[in-house]
T-cell receptor, first 111, second 115 residues
Framework: KNEVEQSPQNLTAQEGEFITINCSYSVGISALHWLQQHPGGGIVSLFM???GKKKHGRLIATINIQEKHSSLHITASHPRDSAVYIC?????????????FGAGTILRVKS | NAGVTQTPKFRVLKTGQSMTLLCAQD?????MYWYRQDPGMGLRLIHY???????AKGEVPDGYNVSRLKKQNFLLGLESAAPSQTSVYFC??????????????FGPGTRLTVT
């Protein structure tokens, strides 16, 4: 079993829909990251959070440390949001600054 | 400020050939990482470095070697390429000490095919 599980693996949405991508993890963590990978391959960091909620534009990330679960929400989705969204966790102590990645969620937003 | 750059972007090798992937960062980051990305799997850490002159093994180090002779550069070497090393390779870098600044910055990737 992977330490970081994402769901769904694939998601197709109509433009304007509210989208939720989920991430569950099995280890104690010090931080969780959401990353975006566009079809061209480049990876950019969207959020880094260790508690609560963060918002940037139409993107919202939440985390529940007790339940070991995080969600990434996209409001008013647009075709340019089509990408792979990756969840990654940073563990405590011996894991140092190393991240453990989920397999990613492939999102396609149709116009 | 170029961020993290990787060369080459694409490469095709024959089994048994060797090559070196170069990663460079201009953000004065202490930590640098090499990952591989394969279909259906998350990014996996090959090797990493916590500073100039130091390297350490990650999750999947076999078949690869690395060097960090200069703080801004992190090299990934394949001494004898195998088809199982066909993958997309990403380099990343980050600050080390202040966890709140820990964001990893990724390079654009190198697509390697071993035939």
């Amino acid at each position: 079993k992977n330490e970081v599980e994402q769901s769904p693996q694939n998601l197709t949405a109509q433009e304007g829909e509210f989208i939720t991508i989920n991430c569950s993890y099995s280890v104690g963590i010090s931080a969780l990251h959401w990353l975006q990978q566009h079809p061209g391959g480049g990876i950019v960091s969207l959020f880094m959070l260790s508690s609560g909620k963060k918002k940037h534009g139409r993107l919202i990330a939440t985390i529940n440390i007790q339940e070991k679960h995080s969600s990434l929400h996209i409001t008013a989705s647009h075709p340019r949001d089509s990408a792979v969204y990756i969840c990654a966790v940073r563990g405590h102590l011996e894991y140092g600054n190393k991240l453990v990645f989920g397999a990613g969620t492939i999102l396609r937003v149709k116009s | 400020n170029a961020g993290v750059t990787q060369t080459p972007k694409f490469r095709v090798l024959k089994t048994g050939q060797s090559m070196t992937l170069l990663c460079a960062q201009d953000m004065n980051h202490e930590y640098m990482y090499w990952y591989r990305q394969d279909p259906g799997m998350g990014l996996r850490l090959i090797h990493y470095s916590v500073g100039e002159g130091t390297t350490a093994k990650g999750e999947v180090p076999d078949g690869y070697n690395v060097s960090r002779l200069k703080k801004q550069n992190f090299l990934l070497g394949l001494e004898s390429a195998a088809p199982s090393q066909t993958s997309v390779y990403f380099c990343a870098s980050s600050y080390s000490v202040v966890w709140s600044s820990y964001e990893q910055y990724f390079g654009p990737g190198t697509r390697l095919t071993v035939t």
